[in-house]
């Protein structure tokens, strides 16, 4: 199983990772674990939707963008909190990843 990617330079540990080809697009799904403490970071990060998204060990490097997002909790504000973190990641088509 693939145990990382990359979000720009942010890299995400994973606990779950499965990828495919839609309409001859890269599609990534991701489950990671965020704690209370990497809360912030991960919510700005995640703000921003699009991305250059790398799995080095797929050898995939590609512009994307957020396509499905879930969290098994929203208040990690309280300390010692871990959540999950589910995301799909689509890759943006060519002639739009201006």
């Not at 990359?6 to 965020?34: A, Q």
Request: hydrophobic share 35%; proline share 3%; net charge negative.
């Amino acid at each position: 199983m693939v145990k990382e990617i990359y979000l720009d330079e942010t890299r995400i540990p994973l606990t779950y990772f499965e990828d495919d080809v839609d309409n001859g697009l890269y599609k990534i799904s991701v489950e990671f674990d965020v704690t209370s403490e990497a809360y912030h970071d991960i919510a700005v990060l995640l703000y921003r939707e699009k991305f250059n998204i790398k799995v080095p060990e797929k050898d995939k490097d590609f512009k994307g963008k957020i396509y499905n997002y879930a969290t098994s909790l929203t208040n990690l504000y309280e300390a010692d909190q871990v959540a999950q973190y589910r995301l799909v990641l689509v890759e943006i088509p060519e002639e739009t990843k201006e």
